[in-house]
């Protein structure tokens, strides 16, 4: 079976083979040329090697890794695979010859300067790698996070603390991130859109002309438990108390990893009938606290990481297609947005979500203790609660509700009593931004937003952009005209708010009424991120603000402070002129290769019209509104 690889003006391939199983290898293959190092970091990510060339500092995933066992949870889903779907089996089997075909032809440079050859991919990496992408997305690290403020303060604290729901750690990504661009053409489907390096198909987000899905990682539910577990050692290894008062046999063996320049670490793995033990032991965490916490997941206890829906997505031609093949779906726990061109529409969450006790939602909960089985599995869609907020993830969400609102932060800055000129003319200045965004009198500005560099989620570094004055509080800014004008006003109001935020963050984060919750646990340090105190109250700064009273903590001081701090920074440059968006590739184009055309192939059929960047959620409205591809 042949294979044909072209590539568009922006160096996106556009592959095209006799049939899915020789597409999948084409599709391997250029993925390894094209993402060659990024394959490798994930492949050593999701077997727990990667400290073996990245050193120390990768030594706490590694450590994480081998002991929630997920390169063994990928092997079994693997077999799995083969007994129950062999036609998708064989599909990820010729994915995983095209990456090993792709390595050998050329490595990518990075190889070179690390010292390091390309590895040997196995039937079942992708499933590590899937897995290892998402495993800490799916709510538990924020269950070690409740169960710290719970200890510290309290119930009536948590309200205020408590984390919005899964998802990666509140101060950045999880973990490696990244998609490809591609199209993927066979007599049986024609579909470009956004493929995750090492994974086959194009499960986050795609476009056959005449239905288009995309994945939006918006609708997380919690599909993982953590259990408190009682642990003894025998003559004979570990046992684990179970919820029938007997002890049980726990499996135990360990693992070596290598440190490049400090030699090997020796990893215990111990698992129990609930799950892969991925904190402390029989002795408890490293800071001496008796403890031992394993987890819980849907890929571990089925066997099943969701591979059976990626094939029939792109045999896909209608919603209810999109719809049937995301039955497979299992996990992460996502929203998927479908339409087609005969006006069908989807928003629908997949993915499995257990059914527990309430109390297995909110903390980890003793293993010792029944109740807290998992009971089967419900769809998240058919209104299984998602988390312990609430209800879970049945419709979209409602992104305006979870955007923070100035208002707490400007109602104590407008009270402030005598403050000085500078920070005054701020005070006013942010003020009448807000008046105007909020009446529809400006752009409003995304002062939420993670892509215009400001500081605006509070991370207690403060690395947005500087707003100060003259002392005279008359140009709190530095630059313009004071009063703002058209877009660079709003922009630089926005900046400033963003800058208040987060010295208003810092200085509650270091207030001492809260030196309880800025000492973490002895965790071990991959959780350390859902633990860090900075990111929480930045995330919950407006509850904070508004609730009737916070363990001591003076606020209105804090923002007092903050706002004169701000006032007395340096003018930061405002460009005279703004710089007018052009669309960028987001990678240079790869130098041609063997067998590579640049032209790309022509249109298959009169109604598919080749996209010039890769279909987002947009896409999606788009055929709604015009009816076409």
């Known amino acids: 079976m042949s294979a044909e690889t072209c590539r568009d003006a922006w160096g996106n391939p556009h592959l095209r083979a006799d049939g899915p199983v020789a597409l999948a290898r084409a599709q391997g293959r250029v993925t390894a040329r094209d993402h060659g190092w990024r394959l490798e970091l994930r492949r050593h990510r999701a077997q727990g090697t990667s400290a073996s060339f990245l050193g120390p500092d990768a030594l706490p995933w590694d450590l994480f890794a081998r002991r929630a066992r997920l390169a063994d949870t990928a092997r079994r889903c693997h077999a799995a695979l083969e007994e129950r779907d062999p036609e998708t089996a064989a599909w990820v089997r010729a994915y995983v010859d095209g990456v090993n075909e792709g390595l050998a032809e050329g490595a990518a440079p990075e190889f070179a300067r690390a010292g390091l050859a390309p590895g040997r991919w196995e039937p079942w990496t992708p499933f ?39 998802g990666g750690p509140p101060g950045g990504a999880s973990g490696p991130r990244g998609l490809h661009r591609v199209r ?17 198909g194009l499960a986050h987000c795609g476009h056959t002309g005449t239905v288009a899905w995309a994945v939006t990682g918006t609708a997380r539910a919690d599909c993982q438990d953590l259990y408190h577990e009682r642990l003894r ?3 004979a290894g570990v046992e684990a108390l179970g919820p029938d008062g007997a002890w049980h046999r726990a499996a135990r063996h360990t693992e070596l990893i290598r440190v490049a320049g400090e030699g090997t670490v020796e990893a215990e793995v111990v698992e129990t009938a609930r799950g892969p033990v991925i904190a402390g032991g029989p ?25 059976g829906a990626l094939l029939p997505l792109l045999r896909a031609r209608r919603v209810a297609d999109v719809d049937g093949a995301l039955d497979a779906w299992s996990e992460p726990v996502d929203l998927v947005l479908a339409a087609d061109t005969e006006g069908g529409t989807l928003c629908r969450t997949v993915g499995r979500v257990p059914l527990r006790a309430d109390a297995n939602r909110l903390r980890p909960v003793p293993a010792w203790q029944p109740g807290h089985e ?31 609102d100035p208002s707490p932060l400007l109602d104590r800055l407008a009270a402030l009593d005598g403050p000085s000129p500078g920070a005054a003319a701020l005070r006013d200045r942010l003020l009448a931004w807000h008046r105007g965004t909020r009446d529809g009198g400006g752009r409003g500005t995304d002062v939420a937003g993670d892509g215009g560099g400001a500081d605006v989620a509070g991370d207690g570094e403060g690395r947005g952009t500087d707003v100060a004055g003259d002392g005279g509080g008359t140009d709190v800014i530095g630059a313009g005209d004071g009063a703002g004008s058209g877009d660079r006003g709003e922009e630089a109001d926005a900046a400033a708010y963003a800058a208040l935020r987060a010295a208003v963050v810092r200085r509650i984060t270091a207030d001492p009424a809260l030196a309880a919750l800025a000492t973490p646990p002895g965790h071990p340090e991959v959780f350390q991120p859902w633990l860090d105190l900075a990111p929480r109250v930045g995330h919950a700064l407006e509850r904070l603000l508004r609730a009737p009273h916070l363990y001591g903590v003076d606020r209105t001081g804090a923002v007092r402070e903050a706002a004169e701090e701000v006032a007395a920074r340096p003018p930061a440059p405002v460009p005279a002129t703004p710089v007018p968006a052009t669309p960028v590739p987001s990678a240079p184009v790869p130098p041609a290769r063997r067998g590579d055309r640049r032209a790309a192939p022509p249109p298959p059929g009169p109604r598919w019209q080749a996209p010039r960047h890769a279909p987002a959620v947009a896409d999606v409205e788009r055929l709604l509104r015009e009816g076409r591809p």
């Open 374 to 404: 998992w009971r089967g599995w419900v769809r998240p869609a058919d209104g299984d609660p998602g988390g312990p907020a609430g209800p879970g993830p049945t419709a979209p969400p409602d992104h305006e509700a979870v955007r923070p």
């Open 283 to 307: 002795e408890g965490l490293d800071d001496g606290t008796p403890a031992a916490i394993s987890l819980r997941h849907p890929a571990r206890v089925t066997a099943d990481l969701g591979f």
């Open 184 to 200: 993927l053409s066979c007599p049986e489907f024609d579909v470009a859109g956004l493929a995750v390096p090492g994974v086959p």
């Open 128 to 166: 590590a790698v899937r897995l290892a992408g998402h495993v800490l997305d799916g709510g538990f690290p924020a269950k070690l996070w409740r169960e710290h403020v719970l200890d510290r303060l309290g119930p009536d604290a948590l309200a205020l603390f408590a984390a919005d729901g899964p």
């Open 233 to 235: 050692r025998t003559g």
